[in-house]
């Protein structure tokens, strides 16, 4: 089942661990590429430091401030897409989760060939490699991923054990315990 709105509508780094275990689809040109959920990040508003929306309201962080689960993708370092999904809850100005990983279900072919690799156990063990993988790019900006279109997440596997460390490649707010992941070893 498609996570609904109000699974979205929650403080942030909660919403980042319980995505934790869920399924990720993506459908393009006929074909549908799924992968679980294996790494997560929190980024909230303006008291983190380390969020686009620690400041203010821009053209690219604006999908941070707006209704919940929807896709935040945004380009970083010149050659990767990064895919996010507004999740804050109503005290909260902004937020959105940086999904980091997926462990690859179907299409794996697909997403072989996109990437160029064939280790299924690194297809999409990072965010720009899982993006690449799945054809994700600024087109997938801004859509409902409550609803089944090009991209979703819906329900997946309930994880044993999530990690919970903290937040990698930022250098403000490092304190702050946000990422959260599983091990696939454990569960594939």
């Known amino acids: 089942m498609i996570l609904k709105k109000e699974f979205y509508e929650r403080e942030t780094v909660t ?35 380390a969020s686009h929306a ?24 010149g050659m ?3 895919l996010n999904v507004v999740a804050k809850s109503k005290k909260q100005n902004a937020g959105a989760v940086l999904i980091r990983g997926i462990y690859p279900q179907d299409g794996i072919k697909i997403m072989i060939k996109n990437r160029g690799i064939k280790d299924v156990n690194k297809i999409s063990n990072g965010p720009g490699k899982l993006t690449m993988a799945m054809n994700i790019s600024m087109k997938e ?4 991923l ?13 994880p044993k054990k999530i990690n919970r460390l903290p937040r990698i490649g930022i ?18």
């Open 15 to 49: 919403v980042a661990k319980q995505l934790i275990g869920k399924t990720l689809t993506r459908k393009i040109q006929g074909t549908k590429m799924t992968g679980i959920i294996i790494e997560t990040e929190a980024y909230r508003g303006k008291n983190d430091l």
């Open 141 to 144: 900006n801004n859509i409902d």
């Open 80 to 82: 990767y897409f990064m």
């Open 54 to 77: 620690a400041t203010n309201v821009t053209k690219r962080n604006r999908i941070m401030f707006g209704p919940v689960g929807m896709s935040y993708v945004y380009f970083t370092y």
């Open 146 to 158: 409550t609803k089944k279109l090009s991209v979703y997440i819906s329900d997946g596997i309930i």
């Open 171 to 188: 250098s403000k707010a490092i304190d702050k315990k946000w990422n959260f992941s599983i091990n696939p070893k454990d569960y594939f």
